[in-house]
């Protein structure tokens, strides 16, 4: 059986929010006075409402007073509403390689799907966003009430597509526990490379790749990758 469905991660993946040009949003940690590691692990900590539908004002506020309940209504406002234009600018912003490369895959007769963890702000554009017309299936965290790694969002993102994980990749850049999730499932697993050089140290880069079966760097080398995988398939 060839492999012909895919899942995708979003951030980090498909798209790099801190990527955005300065002026489309200065960092949000900057904006409220706290430590961008700690903003960071915030974001990916339980402060962070991601299984439920959110204001963006809602979230940043939350996660801002997990740090430092102290921070004023005027910081969060500004920082909700610098951190809308980052994420709206990297979804509507898109490398014309990504593009190019999920229209390959569909070409070559894959159904893809998108499986990421997400407060409602965080993809408040996704209607907006040149990714959204190539993908047979959206399942984001904040409208299905689960998240990765659970693998009841990898099951379900797997039936909205009418496939099965013995024919399914799963590929992103490993956070959250990704792709330990997937591979519950019985997913392949695909490390994207190409946004993590800068955001992580050796031993994290060593860890993600120890979780899964192939790694690229951009989804550019998905195609190839998947033709290799397929032609040692028969």
């Known amino acids: 059986m060839h492999y012909r469905y895919l899942l995708f991660d979003l951030f980090h993946t ?3 929010v801190p990527a955005a040009p300065g002026a489309e949003g200065r960092y949000t940690a900057d904006i409220l006075g706290v430590g961008r590691e700690a903003w960071n692990a915030a974001c990916f900590g339980p402060a ?8 963006h004002i809602e ?3 939350a996660l801002a007073h997990s740090l430092d309940p102290a921070i004023g209504e005027a ?3 500004a920082a909700t509403a610098e951190r809308q234009r980052r994420f709206d600018y990297a979804l509507t912003h898109v490398h014309p390689e990504v593009l190019e490369a999920l229209a390959t895959l ?10 990421s963890n997400a407060s ?12 959204a017309p190539l993908f047979d299936s959206v399942l984001f965290s904040c409208d299905v009430g689960l998240c990765k790694p659970d693998p009841a969002i990898y099951r379900l993102a797997l039936t909205h597509l009418g496939g099965s994980a013995e024919q399914a990749l799963f590929i992103g850049d490993g956070g959250s526990r990704e792709h330990f999730g997937a591979g519950e499932v019985g ?4 490390l994207q490379r190409s946004h993590m050089a800068a955001r992580y140290n050796a031993r994290e880069l060593r860890a993600r790749a120890g979780e899964t079966e192939a790694e690229i760097d951009g989804v550019a080398a998905l195609p190839a ?10």
Do not use: Y
């Not at 997913?187 to 695909?190: F, Q």
């Open 14 to 16: 498909l798209v790099d």
């Open 48 to 55: 962070h409402p991601i299984t439920r539908p959110t204001t």
């Open 59 to 61: 979230v940043v506020r």
């Open 75 to 77: 910081a969060i406002e």
């Open 106 to 115: 569909r070409q070559m007769g894959c159904r893809l799907a998108l499986v």
């Open 120 to 131: 409602s702000g965080e993809v408040s554009a996704w209607p907006a966003s040149p990714l």
């Open 187 to 190: 997913l392949l697993r695909v």
């Open 225 to 234: 990758l998947l033709s290799r995988l397929n032609a040692g398939r028969g």
